[in-house]
């Protein structure tokens, strides 16, 4: 846009520059017709030989003005046709980012409910269920989850002769031990499955998005440098939330 200004202002330069020479070699030419109006009474030539010469020159300075307006023109032509190229592709970029933006708010929509039905299974237990659930949910994997179980079962089995009611506490803990297990399975599952869909739709707009955001900087950067100053374009990223996601622009004058 700005090389389109500047090509525009180009073009009414030298259209006024055009008709000034124009207006020049018009009392140019009075001025030679009146001085050889004089040559033929008697009058010295030196005065129209001088005219003649500077209508030459103006007459070349109107032409060589003419060719750059024509080459102007074309590169104004050229200028238009790229830049409707690269708004076409702006605006496909940005009908991207804004389906997959709607898609990762789908995503976590999802995964808020799954929290939430998390939480709500978890406050439906008794006290002593929920301290059970407590107690194992610092372990960091649904393995560690296993043995602790087998752990439990080989405990059970030892004192099960010597206290019978051990033995349905310890199978109704187990069934707890085990809807619980399920429980956790599943919301794992669907976590794992939302973090690799947001993984693999990153993986398709981010790079186009740094490709973008490092060709503005670039332009930005060139028009600040024509004034003496810096400036740069870059995306503030956080990793958790994607939220809080910005562009950040930095000038600095001198």
Not at 56 to 69: D, N, T, Y
Request: negative net charge.
């Amino acid at each position: 846009m700005q090389e389109n200004a500047e090509t525009t202002a180009r073009i009414k330069a030298i259209k006024a520059d055009a008709r000034a020479t124009l207006l020049h070699v018009a009392n140019l030419t009075l001025e030679y017709a009146v001085s050889h109006e004089r040559s033929v009474t008697g009058v010295l030539l030196t005065i129209p030989q001088k005219v003649v010469t500077q209508m030459r020159a103006f007459h070349e300075s109107l032409v060589e003005a003419e060719i750059r307006l024509i080459e102007v023109k074309s590169e104004l032509r050229g200028l238009i046709k790229e830049n409707s190229a690269i708004l076409d592709r702006q605006r496909a970029q940005e009908h991207k980012i804004n389906e997959r933006t709607n898609h990762e708010r789908v995503l976590r929509a999802k995964y808020r409910e799954l929290q939430e039905a998390t939480q709500s299974d978890i406050y439906s237990l008794s006290e002593e269920e929920r301290q059970i659930v407590m107690e194992y949910k610092e372990l960091p994997t649904l393995e560690a989850l296993e043995l602790e179980v087998q752990s439990v079962n080989a405990r059970l089995e030892m004192m099960a002769e010597g206290n019978p009611g051990a033995i349905r506490a310890y199978q109704k803990r187990a069934g707890d031990i085990e809807k619980t297990r399920e429980n956790l399975e599943q919301y794992a599952a669907s976590l794992e499955e939302i973090k690799e869909n947001i993984t693999n739709i990153r993986q398709k707009w981010e790079p186009e998005l740094d490709v973008l955001i490092r060709r503005i900087s670039g332009a930005f950067a060139h028009n600040f440098e024509q004034i003496g100053c810096a400036g740069e374009v870059q995306v503030n990223k956080d990793e958790d939330d994607f939220d809080n996601w910005s562009v950040q622009i930095s000038v600095r004058f001198r």
